[in-house]
């Protein structure tokens, strides 16, 4: 590895800890200095008594960012560390506040743990973008770039040259490329490694043969030549390379996640869920209240769906049709309610697929049409977020009939929790076939971030919104 690698990797270290210690320290001067006059104070903390824990916080933050990622060696666009950032300073504070509540201590400023939270984000990224700006200048000036031999004639290594050529900041310079690693090439590279000008061979293309891996490997072991090779041949996007006895092992994980990520994703679901239950329940009294008056029968519907990994569970919605049309079997005893749903999807359903839509269904009433099209059914559905049974963000639970109808490929869906809203609800959700929306949905647990989810949770009013307003 390159010293400039190590030198840029080991001081994110100080730099994040610089500026940790003076987000703390703008908070504390906008309490007690600029907004006190707007705002006085009852209660003031003696400054030096604040910094020792900014010094203790900022330490332990430091172990939060490492856990994160936040400082693996390699190159990262800036869009993949600032969920990160955001993701670690969440959580530091969410921490010291559980702290402080543990230790009953009495904290008068609210405003100063919201500040410092905002803060230590801002200044984090920030720093993180001028340092990245400043590699991006010795790159442009010829420093600290890895020089590297690229070894593959199919089209991934081309595509990957092309790329490589045009992002400079990723910091990487061609300086041989060969189909194969011929004697004249082997030569080449030698001399180079030698005049200490070659810093890696880079292996992307997937049809070498095992006897030319275990050349090349050889090859760049006696010339101490670092390598490095995609491991993504058998089309998998989320692996995780682990030692076991000293042997190697490639981790095929299901999604992004697993680990760390699913509990992350909890605690975000948690604290949406809290926040959106609470927001939006005057709305769901007024909902059941319009429910009451219109027709008998239960305010809340409950449905079995299936669920992560195959499990099914009950969805909560708002009642939309009439009760005698609603299926189950605490519903439709008799069977006649299912037999008619048959009826309808045979002659109105809208979508190709296993997955239904009817069109102009009769089993509505007035109210259920506005709450269908609005999407104010599923406001209860924030329940099953609390639950565990969905996440804010994944692709839609479907019914067991539904699913009996899946392709091999579509138990893919199966491998997160299904949400209340996704990428296929803001591409259009009815207006999509099953199959258009099955590969939107993988698409999202393939490339799952915690920036995702917000942009999707950000466009799904503008999309209920769009097909509210729809003629």
């Given at each position: 590895m390159k010293r400039s690698d190590l030198f840029f990797?080991?001081?994110?270290?100080?730099?994040?800890?610089?500026?940790?210690?003076?987000?703390?320290?703008?908070?504390?001067?906008?309490?007690?200095?600029?907004?006190?006059?707007?705002?006085?104070?009852?209660?003031?903390i003696p400054f030096f008594t604040y910094m020792r824990y900014v010094f203790g916080v900022s330490i332990f933050a430091i172990g939060i960012f490492a856990s994160t990622g936040l400082y693996h060696f390699g190159h990262y666009r800036i869009q993949n560390e600032i969920p990160k950032i955001f993701t670690a300073c969440s959580t530091s504070i969410m921490l010291v506040i559980v702290f402080i509540f543990f230790i009953k201590e009495l904290f008068t400023s609210r405003f100063i743990v919201l500040a410092a939270w905002f803060l230590c984000i801002a200044f984090v990224a920030t720093g993180r973008l001028i340092l990245r700006a400043f590699r991006l200048l010795l790159f442009n000036a010829g420093y600290g770039i890895n020089a590297v031999a690229v070894i593959g004639s199919d089209t991934r290594t081309t595509d990957f040259m092309l790329e490589v050529s045009s992002r400079p900041w990723l910091g990487y310079r061609i300086l041989i490329h060969a189909h194969h690693l011929t004697d004249e090439i082997k030569i080449k590279i030698q001399h180079a490694a030698r005049d200490k000008k070659?810093?890696?061979?880079?292996?992307?293309?997937?049809?070498?043969?095992?006897?030319?891996?275990?050349?090349?490997?050889?090859?760049?072991?006696?010339?101490?030549?670092?390598?490095?090779?995609?491991?993504?041949?058998?089309?998998?996007?989320?692996?995780?390379?682990?030692?076991?006895?000293?042997?190697?092992?490639?981790?095929?994980?299901?999604?992004?996640?697993?680990?760390?990520?699913?509990?992350?994703?909890?605690?975000?679901?948690?604290l949406g869920g809290i926040f959106l239950t609470m927001l939006f329940l005057p709305i769901g009294i007024l909902v059941a209240l319009a429910i009451i008056i219109e027709s008998r029968g239960p305010i809340i519907y409950k449905n079995i769906r299936v669920g992560q990994d195959g499990k099914h569970f009950e969805t909560y919605k708002f009642r939309s049709m009439y009760k005698e049309y609603c299926t189950g079997p605490q519903y439709d005893e008799d069977g006649k309610a299912e037999q008619y749903q048959k009826t309808?999807?045979?002659?109105?359903?809208?979508?190709?697929?296993?997955?239904?839509?009817?069109?102009?269904?009769?089993?509505?009433?007035?109210?259920?049409?506005?709450?269908?099209?609005?999407?104010?059914?599923?406001?209860?559905?924030?329940?099953?977020?609390?639950r565990g049974n969905m996440s804010l963000v994944g692709p839609r639970p479907h019914m067991p009939s539904e699913v009996a109808g899946y392709e091999n490929h579509h138990h893919q869906l199966f491998r997160v929790k299904p949400g209340i809203t996704g990428v296929a609800q803001i591409r259009g959700r009815s207006d999509l076939n099953f199959e258009d929306e099955a590969r939107l949905d993988i698409y999202y647990i393939e490339h799952w971030s915690l920036l995702l989810d917000f942009i999707i949770l950000i466009k799904t009013p503008y999309a209920v919104l769009a097909r509210a307003l729809k003629v």
């Open positions: 990797a080991a001081i994110l270290v100080p730099i994040d800890f610089l500026l940790l210690v003076a987000a703390g320290f703008a908070a504390y001067f906008l309490r007690f200095g600029a907004l006190q006059d707007i705002q006085p104070v009852i209660y003031q070659l810093d890696d061979i880079l292996l992307i293309d997937e049809s070498l043969s095992a006897s030319q891996l275990r050349d090349i490997v050889q090859f760049a072991d006696i010339n101490h030549v670092s390598l490095r090779y995609s491991a993504d041949s058998i089309g998998e996007k989320n692996i995780e390379i682990e030692t076991v006895l000293g042997l190697p092992l490639v981790h095929l994980k299901r999604t992004r996640l697993d680990g760390w990520g699913r509990i992350i994703k909890r605690m975000y679901d948690i309808l999807v045979q002659s109105q359903s809208q979508r190709k697929g296993p997955v239904f839509k009817v069109l102009r269904d009769p089993r509505r009433t007035c109210v259920g049409r506005f709450l269908e099209r609005t999407s104010l059914d599923e406001l209860p559905q924030f329940l099953n977020v609390l």
